[in-house]
């Protein structure tokens, strides 16, 4: 079958994992053509580490051969770049989040439909070997019937500043509000399907001295934007589950990132979603009439790899250079051969945000939120752990 070509748009940090599972990844139905950025030097470098071409946007676009774009700017440029893409007449997949409001999001996704494109948005971990197992362990059964879940991150980005949009952090969209809630909203609705509605709190930070040296305004005190810092949201599922999601970046470090899942026969514990699985991030059940916490094998492959492994780049700083992030992109590829729905779809993107939004909404206005997107439950993969075995895993629906 004739490979997919893929180009990426935004050579930062977050770019090495991806061209890492788009070049080292095995994959038939893929081709990372090249990559661009605003700054020459960071595509040059990219382009040399991957053996890919470096190209600017304006030859990424035009490519007539090119068809699928993968845009991993920052999340104030998602909008515009994906816009682009999509004007261009090529298949869009943005990393997270689509966008920085529901509003502009479903422009985006309106824009998509109207020349019969697809677009989606990371994060894809949902996709990886730790989900994929608690997704079997609760469709075959193991917990009886979900009735609630837990889901939340603590962080303080005291210790994260240097990762941040100066000119733009605290402004809508730039908190981890957004910048953290998708990978929990990915997994649960991987787990459970879309939410009905929801009632939350949110609210900006006030009064934080600026502690890190690299910041423009070290040592002065943090003005709040208009982004919340600390937020928490009661989701009701169509299923009938409850969750709480709760996203904190006003704490201390180490980062807690933490699901949980009852049900009426058991219960499962499962790892960070920023990971893909292993290495610390694994899957434990507890079931009736057993006390005991088992640690559960992984019944799908792409789980993390070695991470004391280094990256290709030289570089032992990548950001989470031992994933499998762009896996979607893979099955956004096979489900464009295949004519088939992928997982990482258009409505599970809009979805995320527009839950992000809803859990404001529901705090400045004193309501609970009627959602009014409801994606299909993304397909799980088959099981397969390596090889073509684990591709084929993608390729299953």
């Not at 941040?164 to 459970?192: C, E, K, R, W």
């Not at 006003?250 to 980062?255: F, K, R, V």
């Amino acid at each position: 079958m004739k490979p997919v070509k893929v180009a990426l748009v935004g050579s930062g940090n977050i770019s090495y994992t991806y061209l890492n599972t788009l070049t080292n990844g095995g994959f038939t139905i893929t081709e990372m053509v090249g990559c661009s950025d605003l700054i020459p030097e960071k595509s040059k470098a990219r382009a040399e580490t991957f053996g890919i071409r470096q190209m600017t946007t304006e030859d990424i676009l035009q490519d007539p051969e090119i068809e699928i774009v993968l845009n991993t700017t920052g999340p104030r440029e998602h909008h515009s770049v994906t816009r682009s893409i999509l004007e261009a007449g090529k298949h869009a997949y943005s990393e997270k989040a689509l966008d920085t409001s529901f509003d502009s999001a479903k422009e985006l996704y309106e824009l998509a439909a109207k020349k019969g494109l697809r677009i989606g948005a990371a994060p894809d971990c949902y996709m990886g070997s730790a989900y994929q197992t608690a997704r079997k362990l609760i469709d075959d059964g193991w917990i009886g019937t979900p009735l609630f879940a837990h889901a939340f991150c603590y962080r303080g980005y005291n210790a994260h500043e240097r990762n941040q949009d100066f000119p733009n952090f605290g402004a809508s969209g730039t908190t981890i509000h957004y910048d953290m809630s998708g990978y929990y909203i990915n997994v649960l609705v991987s787990l459970f399907g879309a939410v009905n509605r929801v009632s939350g709190f949110s609210r900006p930070f006030e009064g934080r001295t600026l502690t890190n040296p690299l910041h423009p305004n070290y040592k002065q005190t943090a003005t709040a934007g208009t982004g919340s810092t600390l937020s928490m949201g009661c989701l009701e599922f169509d299923c009938g589950l409850y969750a709480s999601l709760t996203m904190c970046a006003d704490g201390m470090g180490p980062e807690v990132p933490r699901v949980e899942v009852y049900g009426t026969e058991g219960h499962l514990t499962l790892p960070d979603p920023n990971c893909f699985g292993g290495w610390g991030n694994d899957v434990y059940l507890t079931r009736i009439g057993n006390n005991e916490r088992m640690k559960m094998p992984f019944s799908h492959g792409f789980g993390d790899t070695d991470p004391k492994i280094p990256p290709v780049s030289g570089n032992p700083w990548e950001a989470c250079f031992n994933s499998w992030r762009g896996i979607a992109v893979v099955d956004m590829a096979w489900a464009i051969r295949r004519n088939r729905p992928h997982r990482s779809s258009a409505e599970l993107a809009l979805h995320a945000v527009e839950i992000a939004n809803a859990i404001d909404i529901s705090n400045a206005e004193n309501i609970t939120y009627i959602m009014t997107t409801k994606p299909e439950r993304p397909a799980p993969l088959a099981a397969g752990l390596m090889g073509r075995s684990a591709e084929a895993s993608i390729d299953n629906i």
